[in-house]
Structures are given as C-alpha cells and as structure tokens.
C-alpha cells in the first residue's frame, strides 16, 4: 500500500467522516483557508490511482467513498513505521517513547491491561 501524503491524509479523513461524498462536500469540510476545489479534486483523483477510494455517479456528479477503513489504513501504517524504524519491534517502538518520557508509568499499566484484557476475550 503506498503512503498517502500530509494532505491525501486530510482529504480522506473527511471522506471517511462523510462516507459518500462529492469534492465539494470535501471542500466544505476542510479548515480555513480552504484549498481550491481544483486541488481538491487532483488529490481526490490521486487517492482513486491508489486504490483508497471507489467512484460513482449520482446524476451528473461523481460521488466518493473509501475502498479501505480508516482501521485498516492506520494498522497498515503502523506496521510499515514499526517496520522502518523500530526493526519490525512494537516492543522497540514502545521502548523508545517510554525511554523518551512521552509515556507514562500509567500509560504502559493502561496498555498491559488492554492487552491482558483482549487475551481474556480470545
């Protein structure tokens, strides 16, 4: 899966909010200064060339809706960023923002009990 880019990102996070949309609801969504609708749709027709999103039509319009979860999409990144900087080591990745103090104490004993808590439900 290629990465999308800062604002491929954006767009389909207001594509994946909306479901089933036209770039000008995309346009509508997207915080001020709001990009030109002709930019919107270059970046809408990119994610189409990468398979993020499906098109149709309605009427005349074309309407857009994600071919891919944002779920999936965010687990997908996160293995290829484990992968890339962290030696494939959700551990390593762990580690490094513990060590770094962007987690807290609590914040490992949280995610221990998450995990305890999703083998209990296996």
């Given at each position: 899966m290629k990465k999308l880019t800062k604002q491929e990102e954006e767009v389909m996070k207001?594509?994946?909010?909306?479901?089933?949309?036209?770039?000008?609801?995309?346009?509508?969504?997207?915080?001020?200064?709001?990009?030109?609708?002709?930019?919107?749709?270059?970046?809408?027709?990119?994610?189409?060339?990468?398979?993020?999103?499906?098109?149709?039509?309605?009427?005349?319009?074309?309407?857009?809706?994600p071919a891919i979860t944002e779920n999936d999409y965010k687990k997908r990144f996160m293995k290829g960023f484990v992968h890339d900087y962290f030696r494939n080591?959700?551990?390593d990745m762990v580690s490094f923002f513990a060590k770094d103090e962007q987690l807290t104490q609590q914040d490992l004993q949280d995610i221990i009990h998450e995990i305890e808590d999703g083998e209990d439900k296996k």
């Open positions: 207001v594509i994946w909010s909306l479901g089933s949309c036209g770039v000008k609801d995309i346009v509508d969504q997207l915080p001020e200064p709001q990009p030109p609708y002709t930019t919107v749709a270059s970046i809408v027709s990119n994610l189409k060339d990468k398979n993020f999103v499906v098109q149709g039509k309605q009427g005349k319009a074309y309407i857009y809706q080591s959700f551990k």
